[in-house]
């Protein structure tokens, strides 16, 4: 019978770990134009998105996917 866990979300859900989440996501990605200009305002994006999901507003934007043909 698998676990239930309750009470965790506010227990992981710190300004520390999503700072972690996001250096853990850049990696060899840090000279992309996406990411410097996240650099720029990184705390005031991070601490936005805290909010989000602290007060559980935060809705992703869809996700695309796609194939690539190999020749």
């Known amino acids: 019978m698998p676990k239930t866990l309750r009470?965790?979300?506010d227990k992981y859900l710190t300004y520390d770990n999503l700072m972690k989440a996001h250096i853990e996501s850049r990696k060899n990605k840090r000279y992309?134009?996406?990411i410097?200009?996240?650099e720029l305002k990184q705390e005031d994006y991070i601490r936005y998105l805290y909010e989000q999901?602290?007060?559980m507003?935060?809705?992703h934007r869809r996700i695309y996917s796609f194939l690539c043909k190999r020749t």
């Open 7 to 9: 009470n965790v979300y």
């Open 32 to 34: 992309k134009k996406d």
């Open 36 to 38: 410097i200009l996240f």
């Open 53 to 55: 999901l602290k007060n």
């Open 57 to 59: 507003t935060y809705k």
